[in-house]
């Protein structure tokens, strides 16, 4: 079954530090994935997507994340953390055909240490 | 600005005491979705509807149904909330074309049963 994959529950990280926040795709075909970023009682915000081209993609908040399809990961960075960054981040990938589903990860919350 | 609008942001409603959620949308996007979160876990899909085809997950229970009347609103019905139906509940919307559209997300509306 296709899936996306967070092995991290928890990343903590301290301020102006870079963070790497991972995640790995079981995708057939070419995938489209997705970070998104929820805050304390909001819904899930957009942060970046990969459709095709650039193996970098540059997001909202100075957030990246380096496609890669010979390891199958779509990790995301940001090269200095803020306190403000603390959330919860979610990876998703959308199929290409079939379902108008989106598959999300289980999640990995991050937390920035003044 | 186009938006996702979810109302109201918290509901508190009783045991077995029929309840309605609402969204509303902006974008003129096809795809509207419904999910449920609890507690930081990644949002789970309850239904969907394309235009007006309507999409059940097959793990929703009867007590959840939905109504598009027109492509902007779309409503999350609870018809006898237990205890467990508790949580954050999520509208969604995307204009499908199956070559990785973005989904946004409303604020949710955070469900709580006494």
């Known amino acids: 079954a296709q899936s996306v994959a967070q092995p991290e529950d928890q990343v903590n990280v301290a301020e102006g530090n870079p963070l790497t926040v991972k995640c790995t795709y079981s995708?057939?075909?070419?995938?489209?994935l997705f970070w998104y970023v929820q805050y304390p009682n909001r819904g899930l915000q957009f942060l970046l997507k990969?459709?095709?081209?650039?193996?970098l993609v540059k997001g909202s908040y100075g957030f990246e994340a380096e496609f890669n399809k010979s390891q199958t990961s779509f990790h995301l960075k940001k090269p200095s953390a803020l306190v403000s960054d603390s959330a919860l981040y979610f990876c998703?990938?959308?199929?290409?055909?079939?379902?108008?589903?989106?598959?999300f990860g289980t999640g990995t919350r991050l937390k920035v240490l003044a | 600005d186009a938006m996702v609008i979810q109302n109201p942001r918290y509901q508190v409603t009783q045991f077995g005491k029929p309840v309605t959620l609402s969204c509303s949308q902006t974008?003129?996007?096809?795809?509207m979705y419904w999910y449920q979160q609890k507690s930081s876990q990644a949002p789970k899909l309850l239904f969907h509807?394309?235009?007006?085809?309507?999409?059940n997950e097959a793990d929703t229970p009867d007590n959840f149904q939905s109504r598009r009347p027109n492509t902007s609103f779309c409503f999350l019905d609870i018809r006898s909330p237990g205890l467990g139906d508790a949580a954050m509940y999520l509208c969604?919307?995307?204009?499908?074309?199956?070559?990785?559209?973005?989904?946004?997300f409303g604020p949710g509306t955070r469900l709580l049963v006494l």
């Open positions: 969604a919307t995307s204009r499908w074309t199956g070559r990785g559209e973005t989904q946004y």
């Open positions: 995708v057939s075909g070419n995938p489209y």
């Open positions: 990969y459709i095709t081209g650039d193996n």
């Open positions: 998703a990938f959308s199929p290409t055909s079939g379902t108008y589903k989106y598959i």
């Open positions: 974008l003129n996007h096809n795809v």
């Open positions: 509807y394309y235009d007006k085809d309507f999409n």
